[in-house]
């Protein structure tokens, strides 16, 4: 079966290799012609693991194109699928559907056989009925081809995303007739023969689930992290409250993690566009409006729970701190939304001079933050620092020289907004030692 991938990012990207590597014949397309250069010069545009060996393999197997020729690329494909982005319009926090728009035009004028047409992308409630008046409106009905448009959200993991893809707790599938089921049957054929869960909906019922799906997820984190500033208050150790509600099976132990607060390319926009899809059908979901509220101002708190360690904001100006990970989370460059942007941005507004050290993401979150200093290794970071932050949880964090911290810093302050250490072990290496709701 030719696939087609229009938009070869994170979900467009993954999502081609993987489908390759089932067998399919498949086209990924991107307007960005540099990224589609690089694509065909064996070079990723994005830090996910075990996606250049899953590529390469399969270009090299002569499945896997890269193109930015959309007529070219979809034609002769049975599924077509929309990756583009969807990130909040500017000023509203709707999710800004232009892109996913412009993509169903371009298609419906030039599909030249019957195909599937799929949204991947996270859209809301009734884009694929809006796409479908697109497609019709753009005369590739007229020309006499078949056309279903189906909604199959993704619900992969960056930094994880490859097994998630091929190993997925379930697959949604919104189709409204007979044709897009088949089609999709067969596009999701090798997870069929594995027992897959797949979950045929209607459309409607699918764009939302993963609205309501990425909504609890939050809800759940920001839960945790509320306790966890409970726990602070009253004595009590967050990670055995987790431990503890976790094991009941009907609150489960995933995402009872406390942080910084949620960030990504994901949870901060669809929040916000699952409130504005709420406002429209004046249906307010008022859980998920304080979860968003309370997410957005914990990143600033994060900030100042630091500036206290440096004696407060007057005590903190001209001190220097040293950030350890920038990016969302572990295992990806994805800088957006990420917690760390608010808190070196809290620090820097305070005077404080920051220096940072990220695996992967300082590429991406240099023209970010372009006050902070970036630095080689962590311990380049780590030196002269009045207080070190581990921000995100990379590995590499988890194991630091902390006789080689002690050394470097100019005082053994370490705050732990991600508790990888142990308090009563940081106490014993002499650390001024601050973590989350412990
Ligand atoms: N990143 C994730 O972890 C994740 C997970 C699940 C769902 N999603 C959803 O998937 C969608 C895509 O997210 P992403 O992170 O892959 O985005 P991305 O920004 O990484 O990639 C989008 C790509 O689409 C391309 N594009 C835009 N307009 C185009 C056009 N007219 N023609 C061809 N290409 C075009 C861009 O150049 C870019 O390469 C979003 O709706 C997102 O919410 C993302």
Redesign the pocket.
């Known amino acids: 079966m030719k696939i087609a991938l229009?938009?070869?990012?994170?979900?467009?990207l993954v999502s081609g290799a993987c489908f390759a590597d089932f067998g399919h014949d498949v086209v990924c397309?991107?307007?960005?012609e540099d990224?589609i250069a690089r694509l065909r010069d064996g070079i990723m545009p994005?830090y996910e693991p075990g996606l250049d060996a899953l590529v390469d393999s399969n270009v090299k197997a002569g499945r896997l194109t890269f193109t930015t020729d959309?007529a070219e690329g979809i034609k002769d494909a049975a599924a077509i699928f929309i990756?583009?982005?969807?990130p909040s319009r500017r000023g509203d926090g709707h999710a800004d559907l232009s892109?996913v728009y412009?993509?169903a035009k371009?298609v419906g004028e030039h599909l030249a056989n019957d195909a599937v047409v799929v949204t991947?992308?996270?859209?809301p409630v009734g884009t694929g009925d809006a796409v479908e008046r697109i497609l019709a409106d753009s005369g590739a009905v007229e020309r006499g081809h078949r056309v279903a448009v189906v909604s199959n959200?993704?619900?992969?993991?960056?930094g994880a995303?490859i097994g998630d893809f091929k190993r997925p707790d379930r697959i949604v599938i919104g189709a409204e007739d007979d044709f897009g089921r088949e089609v999709m049957r067969e596009v999701y054929r090798p997870l069929f023969l594995n027992e897959s869960p797949i979950l045929f909906v209607n459309r409607r019922s699918s764009e939302l689930i993963k609205y309501a799906a990425n909504a609890f997820l939050a809800t759940k984190i920001t839960f945790i992290n509320e306790m966890a500033d409970l726990c602070e208050k009253v004595g009590a150790d967050v990670q055995d409250v987790a431990r503890g509600i976790g094991m009941d099976n009907r609150i489960g132990s995933k995402f009872l993690h406390a942080g910084p607060g949620y960030g990504?390319?994901?949870f901060p926009?669809?929040t916000l566009a699952l409130l504005k899809t709420a406002e429209d059908y004046d249906s307010p979901t008022r859980i998920v409006e304080a979860v968003s509220k309370v997410n957005e101002s914990r990143k600033r708190a994060m900030g100042r729970k630091v500036l206290e360690t440096l004696g407060g904001q007057e005590d903190a100006r001209g001190k220097r701190a040293c950030l350890l990970g920038l990016t969302f989370k572990p295992n990806t460059d994805?800088m957006r939304d990420s917690p760390a942007i608010a808190i070196a941005q809290t620090l820097i507004d305070a005077g404080v001079n920051v220096a940072a050290y990220d695996p992967e993401g300082m590429d991406q979150a240099a023209p970010l933050m372009p006050q902070v200093e970036m630095k080689d290794d962590p311990y380049a970071a780590i030196d002269g620092a009045d207080v070190v932050v581990i921000v995100t949880e990379w590995n590499v964090f988890r194991a630091l020289d902390l006789g080689r911290v002690k050394q470097l810093a100019n005082a053994p302050v370490l705050v732990d907004l991600r508790n990888i250490y142990r308090p009563e072990e940081m106490a014993a290496q002499g650390f001024t030692y601050t973590s989350v709701g412990r």
Request: charged share 30%; with cysteine.
């Open positions: 229009v938009g070869s990012g994170y979900v467009g397309i991107d307007r960005d990224k994005i959309l990756a583009v982005g969807t892109f412009a993509v371009e991947k992308s996270t859209v959200p993704e619900f992969l993991r960056e995303a990504g390319s994901c926009k669809d994805d």
